[in-house]
């Protein structure tokens, strides 16, 4: 059934009695075990990702915004960043998680994110209570919203979603309230309405499992690299009852690192030939995008243009 989602226009999903992206993910979160949304930033990215088995993708704001070489600072637009969910939902049938940042402005703007949002195919967004110019979640100078103006965007963007995208909370009180602050928000956030609750830069086992204890809703955890979050497995959230871990960036720094290496032996060696082995073949690369597929489809409407002018004679 999820294949059948891919590149339909989102608004139709009702209409031809199809589940909306975001009925697949919520399905998905609410079954049993821990759901790995690994972080992508193209359409090419993500179909490898669908094709190592991963059930649903996350578009990471840091991700894109270093892709553009700009910093995690808020610095994306919203167009910039529906038109690339837009582009990855078209070429992948899993769903995908949107990192909204603040939500592109107040209230009245959280709620054309989430309709632009959901015209994107996106299955849901997070938000956060952080000012602006916002920071990456583990790193310091963050500051809050009053959770007032926060608990609004909130329920703006329910309204907004109905049932076509799920809302997702994203705190950052850790770092500047303390874990009495994450929970108290955490808390006003799911009485708010939110779908999930995504805690933040949480600083070890126990931290998580408190956040377990005391909110019902399910609940997303950010295991990054470098950040104040240390190492743990997938096997690990889902023994402390987490729904969703994301690794939002690994990919790209992977990538990052693997095309300044190639670069650096192109530069001192003046061919590729030492590296072919690291190198994803034509043929490999022609697979994953379905390349034959759209020369059949060429040549398809070929042989039937040819065949309509024949039959004019």
């Known amino acids: 059934m999820e294949e059948t989602l891919k590149g339909v226009d989102p608004g139709r999903c009702e209409e031809l009695d199809l589940p909306s992206q975001a009925d697949v993910l919520r399905k998905l979160v609410s079954g049993d075990g821990v759901i790995v949304a690994p972080g992508v930033f193209s359409p090419s990215v993500a179909k490898l990702a669908e094709r190592a088995g991963f059930r649903a993708v996350y578009f990471s704001g840091a ?3 270093n892709l553009l070489a700009l910093p995690d600072l808020g610095i994306t637009t919203l167009s910039e960043v529906a038109q690339a969910a837009r582009q990855i ?21 959280v709620a054309r994110t989430v309709e632009e949002m959901k015209g994107a195919g996106a299955a849901a967004i997070h938000i956060e209570d952080q000012v602006l110019p916002k920071r990456c979640g583990h790193l310091e100078g963050k500051e809050l919203v009053e959770v007032d103006e926060m608990v609004k965007k909130l329920v703006s963007a329910k309204q907004a979603a109905g049932s076509g995208l799920m809302i ?8 500047v309230e303390g874990m009495d602050g994450a929970l108290e ?3 006003a956030y799911a009485k708010a309405g ?27 955890a950010n295991m990054t690299e470098f950040g104040k979050t240390p190492y743990m497995t997938v096997e690990e959230f889902g023994a402390l009852g987490y729904n969703l871990v994301i690794f939002p ?25 030492g ?12 697979d994953l995008i379905d390349y034959y597929k759209f020369e059949q489809a060429d040549e398809k409407a070929m042989r039937a243009a040819r065949a309509l002018r024949k039959g004019r004679r």
């Open 63 to 65: 991700g894109f915004s």
């Open 89 to 109: 939902t078209s070429r992948v049938a899993v769903p995908l998680i949107v990192d909204a940042d603040t939500g592109f402005g107040e209230a009245l703007n």
């Open 168 to 175: 997702i909370a994203r705190t950052d009180a850790r770092a």
């Open 185 to 187: 928000r955490a808390d």
């Open 194 to 220: 939110a779908d999930m609750i995504f805690p933040e830069a949480l600083e070890g086992k126990e931290e998580f499992a408190e956040m377990r204890k005391k909110i019902r809703l399910p609940l997303m």
């Open 249 to 273: 960036v690994t990919a790209f720094r992977a990538m990052m690192k693997t095309v300044k290496d190639t670069f650096e032996a192109l530069k001192s060696e003046g061919t590729q030939k």
């Open 275 to 286: 590296i072919l082995g690291t190198l994803m073949t034509r043929n490999e690369f022609y």
